[in-house]
């Protein structure tokens, strides 16, 4: 019996606990006073597989990716692995019906031993090594993203049988050089163009100017070289909200501005309609994700708010956000004051929070909107060991990614 259930007016007293726009879909609070995500209490995952580590929920991942694949009728959807990626991942997303876009020969190797159809994969990455242009083309990949001559030079080179291709276009380059280039090469047939318009984009309309301006040189190119470039690929870069009202990109309404705006960036140019291809990632992978801490110890400023030190630390490379903390062990029922979050580095993690006045070392804090960028781009927590990964649905628990050990760590030290 626990004193909400001796006192159940308390219940109703309490300020929610999780905000649903934030926390992975499944995420509850049982009696306890533990949050649970998949059915499955943290405490358990964090007992079972120790601190720092990286819970995804399957179900929200899952959802996610359907829930593109059914609302972009009409458009190619492929899962941007750099957010995350491992050999169950990219099960998901093929079984969702999505493509997916690497990287890195690391991230294609990852995605093919998932089961992923290497027609559907689309490899980018700026500097392109002619080991790894030849590693794409041999494995059969659908696309590859040029932007440069000389990577256009490689895979000419390397590629024993037609290798499709689609060009970047950068702000403030002229493409058509490497149009005539391309052109050129008919071993590496150009069927389209590709285009990143940025990160955490949450307006849809941010999308209509940049696929009216690339339909336009697609029109160029066929005056200039009567040639139809059929494909047309935005990337990614869709928002998610870190905090509790922050802006986030409405799918259905992405959906809406990418049909109006092709069709009327066709209809001025009296262009065929292409395939159009979105790579959202992020907008996949974050929310699903939770990462977990122990508090380690906790200090007060001269201010009164608090410094709360947890066993892990926020990855360098992952996308700078003030992230959602909430404490996972217990029902915080006294006072709260604002605090920060910092980590073995005394990088912060989030800041300027409203946690439990009585938070103590070997509380449990859990982390939201870390499924991205985080797993992926780790460096090595402050000479600590990577954690663990570990996937949460329906009550079952299922390790996709052990722990680092330190014997792991000094294995690739040549010393």
């Not at 959802?63 to 998901?92: C, F, K, P």
């Not at 890195?104 to 990852?110: G, K, M, V």
């Amino acid at each position: 019996m626990t004193l909400l259930d001796i006192l159940p007016s308390l219940r109703g007293a309490m300020r929610p606990r999780i905000d649903t726009t934030i926390w992975p879909s499944t995420t509850q609070v049982d009696a306890l006073g533990r949050l649970c995500v998949g059915s499955v209490a943290l405490t358990d995952v964090a007992d079972e597989f120790g601190t720092p580590a990286y819970v995804l929920d399957e179900a929200d991942f899952r959802m996610r990716a359907q829930h593109y694949r059914a609302t972009l009728r009409g458009i190619e959807v492929v899962y941007a692995a750099q957010s995350l990626l491992t050999r169950t991942v990219a099960g998901w997303v093929h079984e969702a019906g999505l493509g997916v876009a690497v990287c890195s020969t690391a991230e294609l190797a990852t995605a093919l031993a998932g089961g992923v159809d290497p027609a559907r994969i689309v490899v980018h990455g700026s500097g392109k090594s002619v080991d790894e242009l030849a590693t794409a083309a041999g494995a059969g990949v659908g696309r590859i993203v040029l932007d440069c001559p000389i990577e256009m030079a490689y895979l000419a080179g390397v590629a024993r049988r037609p290798q499709a291709m689609l060009l970047q276009v950068l702000p403030g380059v002229d493409v058509r050089p490497l149009v005539r280039r391309a052109l050129a090469t008919p071993q590496l047939p150009l069927v389209g163009l590709y285009c990143h318009l940025g990160t955490q984009i949450a307006e849809p309309e941010v999308y209509v100017e940049a696929v009216r301006r690339l339909v336009d040189t697609m029109a160029d190119v066929r005056a200039a070289h009567g040639v139809v470039l059929t494909e047309l690929n935005v990337g990614g870069g869709h928002a998610i909200a870190y905090r509790t009202g922050e802006p986030e990109l409405d799918v259905t309404a992405l959906a809406d501005f990418l049909e109006d705006a092709l069709d009327a960036g066709c209809a001025a140019n009296r262009f065929p309609r292409p395939r159009l291809v979105v790579e959202p990632g992020r907008a996949i992978s974050g929310r699903a994700g939770v990462t977990l801490h122990r508090v380690q110890s906790v200090s007060t400023r001269t201010d009164g708010s608090g410094v709360i030190t947890v066993d892990g630390s926020h990855p360098h490379s992952a996308p700078i956000a003030n992230y959602t903390v909430a404490l996972a062990n217990r029902h915080p029922l006294g006072p709260t004051r604002r605090s920060t979050v910092v980590g073995r580095d005394g990088t912060p993690i989030a800041d300027d929070l409203e946690l439990p006045d009585d938070v103590h070392p070997g509380d449990l804090l859990a982390t939201a909107c870390t499924g991205a960028y985080h797993h992926s781009t780790a460096s090595n927590f402050t000479m600590t060991t990577r954690p663990p990964v570990i996937a949460v649905c329906d009550r079952g628990v299922r390790p996709l990614i052990r722990r680092e050990t330190t014997a792991d760590l000094l294995l690739r030290d040549c010393g």
